[in-house]
């Protein structure tokens, strides 16, 4: 089946760097990717969506100049943190849908990134 | 507006026994609707989706649910549950129209399987 994937699977930060994680769809094209936000032992907050060649929309609530969002190819989409906190600290989870299975189609998930700000 | 409610955070069965994870939805127009598994610090994977054809939808590693709109639910079911289902289970709620896929996820139900 499709792959999505997602880099690094692990990082680990001082406060106030930035941290940029990939999305990648490895074997189909996607002009839209979703970032979601996860706390342990919680569900999936989705945070934004990824469109190509376009500005992203972010969910209420979350800031986007803290979370910067680039999709410049169909098969790519980069999740930026800027300036990080602990409370920035999550797993990060993006997915996407092959531009030509229609609306029906399998919303494939990456593999996650936990990102942990010191 | 579209919402997931997920009874019972934590579910456990004995190796064998049936499997029941319960998904109530709210929505303003005809939902799809999505079971998803995820094992520790791993992505989603699909188990299987409503999108408005048959109400009995049967999925992967002997999963299945029923769509039942007279109750709003999508329950969650296996006959006989094996160790390797342990796991987090979510269900979720998606428009039916645009291809959107913005899917909105219940809180999640952790199904513990006992030998």
């Known amino acids: 089946g499709a792959v999505v994937s997602q880099h690094p699977s692990w990082v680990i930060c001082k406060s106030g760097t930035s941290v940029k994680i990939e999305c990648r769809s490895l074997?189909?094209?996607?002009?839209?990717m979703f970032w979601y936000r996860q706390f342990p032992k919680q569900s999936l907050m989705l945070m934004a969506t990824s469109n190509e060649g376009s500005k992203a929309t972010y969910e209420q609530g979350v800031e986007k100049d803290k979370f910067l969002i680039n999709h410049a190819s169909l098969t790519l989409s980069t999740l930026t943190v800027t300036s990080a906190h602990p409370e920035d600290s999550s797993f990060y989870i993006c997915?996407?849908?092959?531009?030509?299975?229609?609306?029906?189609?399998?919303?494939?998930f990456g593999e996650g990134s936990r990102l942990t700000v010191l | 507006a579209q919402s997931v409610t997920q009874l019972g955070s934590h579910v456990s069965v004995s190796e064998g026994a049936l499997v029941l994870l319960r998904c109530n939805y709210s929505?303003?127009?005809?939902?799809?609707l999505f079971w998803y598994v995820q094992y520790p610090n791993q992505g989603l994977q699909l188990l299987l989706k409503y999108t408005s054809a048959a109400t009995l939808v049967k999925g992967i590693n002997g999963f299945e649910a029923e769509f039942k709109k007279s109750e709003t639910s999508f329950h969650l079911t296996k006959p006989s549950a094996h160790m390797s289902d342990a796991a987090e289970y979510f269900c979720a709620v998606g428009p039916p129209y645009g291809n959107t896929g913005k899917l909105i996820f219940g809180q999640g139900t952790t199904l513990q399987v006992k030998p």
């Open positions: 929505s303003s127009v005809p939902p799809y």
């Open positions: 074997d189909f094209q996607a002009t839209t």
């Open positions: 997915s996407a849908r092959d531009l030509y299975a229609g609306v029906t189609g399998e919303l494939f």
